[in-house]
T-cell receptor, first 111, second 112 residues
Framework: DAGITQSPRYKITETGRQVTLMCHQT?????MFWYRQDLGHGLRLIYY???????DKGEVPDGYVVSRSKTENFPLTLESATRSQTSVYFC??????????FGDGTRLSIL | GQNIDQPTEMTATEGAIVQINCTYQ??????LFWYQQHAGEAPTFLSY????GLEEKGRFSSFLSRSKGYSYLLLKELQMKDSASYLC?????????????FGTGTRLTVIP
């Protein structure tokens, strides 16, 4: 079944560690997005990508790195995790001027 | 900056009608989206407005007034399964990248 999948679904790590969240979509959508969702803030855009090898910062990019070597994959890396990055992370994809479709999310806890 | 406001919580009775409002002040405008999000799940797309007026989709309708920076989501014949958060999101045209800015969401509780 075509769709967008995120892995892992749950992750616990320690401050200072590097962690990578994976996102894979089978729709061949041009655009991909990473959001974090925190109580009181709603969904906030971290990074987005308009196509392979094209990425740009969103509202809250500090402490995160992304890459997009293939259209279908858009991994998000926390290079040195901090407690403030404890959150639920959602990946989404869309074509231009179309609704974004979200993955099931990754619940990340940083101790 | 982008500012999107919606009520934090609402409660309504099964079978009734509820209206969830959203007001926005953004650097540009190229569409307004409504998403539904059940607790612990991903947001799912409900509706989209880019022109003024009402868009109807089954029990759900969404209205937009661009001059007032205002939208609402109307849910009819409420069912228990409609208990969820409803997210209003605006696509400002300046970004040119299909980006959305979200409100903090309205948590709707449907009671018997």
């Amino acid at each position: 079944d075509a769709g967008i999948t995120q892995s892992p679904r749950y992750k616990i790590t320690e401050t200072g560690r590097q962690v990578t969240l994976m996102c894979h979509q089978t729709w061949s959508h041009s655009y991909m997005f990473w959001y974090r969702q925190d109580l009181g803030h709603g969904l906030r855009l971290i990074y987005y990508s308009a196509a392979a090898d094209i990425t740009d910062k969103g509202e809250v990019p500090d402490g995160y790195v992304v890459s997009r070597s293939k259209t279908e994959n858009f991994p998000l890396t926390l290079e040195s995790a901090t407690r403030s990055q404890t959150s639920v992370y959602f990946c989404a994809s869309s074509d231009l001027n179309q609704p974004q479709h979200f993955g099931d999310g990754t619940r990340l806890s940083i101790l | 900056g982008q500012n999107i406001d919606q009520p934090t919580e609402m409660t309504a009775t099964e079978g009734a009608i509820v209206q969830i409002n959203c007001t926005y002040q953004t650097s540009g405008f190229n569409g307004l989206f409504w998403y539904q999000q059940h607790a612990g799940e991903a947001p799912t797309f409900l509706s989209y407005n880019v022109l003024d007026g009402l868009e109807e989709k089954g029990r759900f309708s969404s209205f937009l007034s661009r001059s007032k920076g205002y939208s609402y989501l109307l849910l009819k014949e409420l069912q228990m399964k409609d208990s969820a958060s409803y997210l209003c999101a605006v696509r400002p045209d300046q970004t040119g990248a299909n980006n959305l800015f979200f409100g903090t969401g309205t948590r709707l509780t449907v009671i018997p």
